[in-house]
């Protein structure tokens, strides 16, 4: 390799990240799908740079603090769905049993640990497809005795929702609605069959008409290509949500996805950077996945643009401790505290 | 877990499975069916419909503090 041929390239990727830092810094817009398709495309020895210029923005769009959430799967196993990276569908073999609705006090035994890491928002989540009148009703009761029992703000995944359900989720003070994209229109027909992309778009804009937070998310490593993420990115920012959970592949036994091998720690953190520098001002958090992807490379998320966390376990699998991510958290002196929207 | 089925895969003396990292037994050791799981943020808690038999985090987290003898 000549040294002319190992200069132009950082030449030209300097350039590229001048470019998305004077956008996202200097003139505070969002970029398009073309810069964001520069950036996926520098070579893995620019990720460094990609990483501490989503750092700076996340700094400059949302100041240094770390929310952190707790979640609880309510209703597990059983989905009528088949979105093919999940353990919960009733719809492959190897998968999870279903089990029945949580005892009230056993969801508030959650929120409580929940409390107890210093986590400001609770999320309780159901593997359905949409809530039933009974599924709605005990949701719209759980939600005043988790705020009272432990301040915690309550957020709920229920999945496909109805605009009627939606106004009465929001009257019923659920701070935080989760319903994930998942990935990018195209590429959803290959994940699931049995709803759409846009029954889900849907539901994402039910959610904001009526007030509530929007957390909408992806789960990245299903096989998706580089302009599969990027496309993704720009249905992301035309909704505009509150904040955006980042999931990796867990590839789960049982499921169509359980042959897919987790992304490499280099090009997570790619996407994480990248993540940040198409949605500046999101809540960007560290979700499933983020163990087994990322290994010892975690710390390094958080200055690649995360600015929270799912701690504990997550809703079938487990994660490392409470105590290491708030360790973590300490040694890069980031502060916790709730967030909220600032785009 | 000292029974006769493997706890991740099912089988009877598998011998072969190491635990996965992050993961809440699947099976019952006592008679290899699937375990209803149920993941809480610090913990987790099987119960096996057949046999009846429930086990936590807390109690394996103590098996492995206090291995037998020890």
Redesign the interface.
């Known amino acids: 390799m000549t040294a002319a041929a190992t200069t132009r390239p950082t030449g030209e990727a300097r350039s590229r990240l001048r470019a998305a830092e004077v956008a996202l810094i200097d003139e505070r817009r969002l970029l398009e799908a073309d810069e964001l398709r520069a950036l996926a495309a520098l070579d893995d020895e620019q990720v460094p740079a990609l990483t501490a210029l989503a750092h700076a923005v996340r700094l400059e769009w949302c100041g240094p603090t770390v929310e952190i959430e707790?979640?609880?799967?309510v209703k597990?196993g059983g989905c009528p769905e088949d979105c093919h990276f999940c353990s919960q569908s009733a719809r492959f073999s190897?998968t999870?049993?279903a089990?029945p609705f949580?005892d009230v006090d056993?969801v508030l035994?959650?929120a409580r640990?929940?409390a107890d890491?210093g986590a400001s928002e609770f999320c309780m989540v159901l593997a359905i497809r949409g809530p039933d009148e009974r599924t709605l009703q005990r949701l719209i009761s759980l939600v005043p005795l988790i705020e009272a029992e432990t301040g915690l703000n309550v957020a709920v995944s229920a999945g496909i929702l109805t605009d009627d359900q939606a106004g009465r989720l929001a009257d019923g003070g659920v701070h935080r609605y989760n319903h994930n994209l998942e990935t990018a229109r195209s590429f959803f027909p290959q994940i699931a069959t049995t709803h759409t992309w846009d029954e889900r778009y849907e539901t994402c804009l039910l959610v904001r008409r009526h007030g509530m937070e929007l957390c909408c998310g992806a789960l990245l490593g299903m096989g998706e290509t580089v302009e599969h993420r990027v496309e993704l990115l720009g249905q992301l920012q035309s909704l505009d949500p509150t904040e955006v959970p980042l999931n990796f592949l867990?590839p789960r036994?049982g499921t169509p996805l359980q042959i897919r091998r987790p992304l490499r720690p280099l090009e997570a953190l790619r996407w994480i950077a990248l993540f940040r520098l198409a949605l500046p001002g999101v809540i960007l958090r560290y979700a499933g996945g983020r163990?087994?992807t990322l290994r010892e490379f975690q710390a390094m998320g958080m200055t690649a643009g995360i600015n929270a966390l799912i701690?504990?376990?997550?809703?079938?699998?487990?994660?490392?401790?409470?105590d290491e991510d708030l360790r973590m958290l300490d040694d890069l002196q980031m502060p916790i505290g709730a967030l909220s929207g600032v785009i | 877990m000292s029974g006769a089925f493997c706890p991740w895969c099912g089988t009877r003396d598998c011998g072969d499975c190491r635990r996965p990292a992050y993961e809440a037994p699947r099976h019952c050791d006592g008679c290899g069916r699937r375990l209803r799981v149920t993941v809480h943020p610090t913990g987790w808690e099987t119960r096996c419909r057949r046999c009846g038999t429930v086990s936590t985090s807390a109690e394996a987290r103590e098996a492995v503090r206090l291995p037998e003898g020890g």
């Open positions: 707790g979640i609880l799967s597990t190897e999870l049993p089990a949580l056993e035994a959650a640990e929940t890491t867990n036994p163990e087994i701690v504990g376990n997550y809703l079938t699998t487990l994660g490392r401790s409470p």
